[in-house]
């Protein structure tokens, strides 16, 4: 297994863009992983909405 230690984290990432000046930034998660949604809300994320994805064969 690769050594992911090193890689930014979400809060990195974040603050990047917030620092940039961007107003907001958009997270999309796994409502079904209760842990990394729990630790996205307390670095400040918070639910919006739920999103579904439909795909069509035609």
Not at 25 to 53: E, K, M, W
């Given at each position: 297994?690769?050594?992911?230690?090193?890689?930014?984290?979400?809060?990195?990432?974040?603050?990047?863009?917030?620092d940039?000046?961007y107003?907001f930034?958009?997270?999309?998660?796994?409502?079904?992983?209760?842990?990394?949604?729990?630790?996205?809300?307390?670095?400040?994320?918070?639910?919006?909405?739920?999103?579904?994805?439909?795909h069509?064969?035609?």
């Open positions: 297994m690769p050594d992911l230690s090193n890689l930014p984290t979400v809060h990195t990432y974040t603050q990047h863009f917030l940039q000046g107003s930034v958009t997270l999309f998660t796994d409502l079904a992983n209760p842990t990394s949604n729990h630790i996205y809300q307390t670095i400040g994320y918070r639910p919006i909405c739920d999103y579904t994805v439909y069509f064969r035609v």
